[in-house]
């Protein structure tokens, strides 16, 4: 699933139809997750696109018209920028063409993702917006925040990182390097982390979220950015999808926790 940096570099890469006006709608699919909303032609049509922007994993387009167009990618879903020439692959379900001779195209093979719309003023009223935590890059995630929210909590620190009611952004991929970062157990339990190791914890959180948007993502399944180029940040793994791997006196193992592979050193990693 495209995480925070995938999404933060999608974005950047849809800059391209920034204060353009959107001329035309093609919809191949009308149901992915849930269903394209039926009037999403109507909302779109002629309008210009004032900003662009990420909350948590969400896309969000603002229109000058008082709506949003909202895209979450799901599983394997990407936005492309195309030249509006451009003909149509399988999976593509959703293109939407600008008058600068640009066109963004929704593709996604397995149809986990979805597009909403909403005026702009109602946006934190949708309830998967509504429900969200702090965002993982938010100057406002701090140390003593987080300690509040876990302190008393039985689950260890790797579920946490994934509740997006906690911390919104971080996926299953992230959340092991992060840990790695941090030289915390992935089993640590969120009432055993003093609020010096949360701290250290939130400077990780930052410091590897940071450099994946710098290298453009994690290309390893289906991502890839608006312009089809891959993401780099997969060759500076330390730990994830690196089982056995050697690092200093220490070995990767791979444990599966609430259902996902977690990679960490359980000697380095000896908070637990």
Do not use: W
């Not at 603002?62 to 003909?87: A, P, T």
């Not at 149809?111 to 890059?137: C, E, P, S």
């Amino acid at each position: 699933m495209p995480e925070l940096p995938e999404v933060q570099t999608t974005v950047k890469g849809l800059y391209i139809i920034l204060n353009h006006q959107i001329t035309y709608i093609k919809i191949h699919t009308k149901k992915l997750r849930f269903k394209i909303p039926f009037d999403i032609k109507k909302k779109l049509l002629n309008s210009k696109i004032s900003n662009i922007r990420r909350i948590a994993k969400y896309i969000i387009i603002d229109l000058n018209n008082e709506y949003s167009l909202i895209v979450h990618l799901g599983m394997s879903g990407r936005l492309k920028v195309v030249f509006s020439k451009y003909n149509i692959v399988k999976h593509d379900h959703f293109i939407i063409h600008c008058n600068n001779e640009r066109s963004i195209v929704y593709n996604d093979p397995r149809k986990f993702g979805f597009i909403d719309i909403v005026r702009t003023k109602d946006l934190q009223k949708r309830k998967y917006i509504m429900n969200l935590g702090i965002d993982a890059l938010s100057l406002d995630l701090k140390p003593s925040l987080l300690y509040k929210k876990i302190f008393k909590s039985e689950v260890p620190i790797k579920q946490i990182l994934l509740n997006q009611k906690i911390i919104a952004g971080i996926g299953n991929i992230y959340a092991s390097e992060i840990l790695f970062d941090a030289k915390i157990s992935p089993k640590a339990l969120g009432k055993e982390l003093e609020i010096s190791l949360i701290s250290k914890l939130i400077k990780s959180i930052r410091k590897i979220l940071k450099k994946a948007i710098r290298l453009g993502g994690s290309s390893i399944r289906d991502y890839r950015s608006s312009d089809g180029t891959l993401g780099n940040f997969q060759s500076n793994f330390k730990v994830y999808n690196k089982e056995g791997k050697i690092i200093g006196n220490d070995k990767v193992i791979k444990i599966v926790q609430y259902g996902r592979s977690t990679f960490y050193c359980p000697n380095l990693q000896n908070i637990k």
